[in-house]
């Protein structure tokens, strides 16, 4: 099952609503890129605290994202 962003979801109800103009597409695709920074980073936030929690998910951050969020 994949997850969606609070981006890809705002996004799928606009289309319901709306006929996207090629601006404001683009202005959710940059708010996606943004989101899926930080939650790359937040991945790799979690190193930081190892010494704290033992993580068995050896994944990248990018890794991470694609099997969770992504999805095509």
């Not at 709306?18 to 939650?39: G, H």
Request: aromatic share 12%; net charge negative.
């Amino acid at each position: 099952m994949v997850n969606k962003t609070a981006i890809q979801w705002l996004y799928e109800q606009y289309r319901k609503e709306a006929i996207p103009t090629d601006a404001i597409t683009e202005l959710f695709r940059e708010a996606e890129r943004m989101e899926k920074e930080q939650i790359k980073d937040a991945w790799n936030t979690r190193s930081k605290i190892d010494g704290v929690i033992t993580f068995t998910d050896n994944r990248t951050a990018e890794e991470y994202y694609n099997e969770t969020f992504k999805s095509e």
